[in-house]
C-alpha cells in the first residue's frame, strides 16, 4: 500500500523516526492507525453510555420523573467540565 503524504506530515514522519522512539516510517504509520482505531473505539463507548443516558431519561420522563432545568443543567456542566478535565 502507498499512502501520500502531505509535506508536513512527511517531515512529521521523519521527525518521529529521527528522534528514534520509531525504526522507520511505517512504525510511526502504524503507530498513528493505533491511535486512530482507540479513539474511535473510545467515541463508540461514549455514543453507547449517551444513548443509554438519553434511554433513561425517557424512561424516566414517561414515569413522571422530571428534574428542575437549573439541577439538569448544573450536572451537564458538571459533566461538561470532566469531559474537558480529561482531555487534558
Same mark, same amino acid.
Given at each position: 500500500m502507498n499512502v501520500s503524504l502531505t509535506p508536513q506530515l512527511e517531515q512529521l514522519v521523519h521527525e518521529k523516526v529521527k528522534s528514534g522512539r520509531y525504526l522507520s /516510517?511505517? $512504525?510511526v504509520v502504524r503507530e498513528?492507525?493505533?491511535?486512530? $482505531?482507540?479513539r474511535d473505539r473510545l467515541h463508540n463507548l461514549h455514543l /453507547? $453510555?449517551?444513548?443509554?443516558?438519553?434511554t433513561l431519561g425517557v424512561e424516566q420522563a414517561d414515569r413522571g420523573e422530571l428534574l428542575e432545568s437549573d439541577d439538569v443543567f448544573a450536572e451537564l456542566e458538571a459533566d461538561i467540565q470532566q469531559i474537558e478535565a480529561q482531555r487534558r
Open positions: /516510517a511505517s $512504525e498513528g492507525l493505533r491511535l486512530l $482505531e482507540e /453507547a $453510555e449517551l444513548q443509554q443516558k438519553l
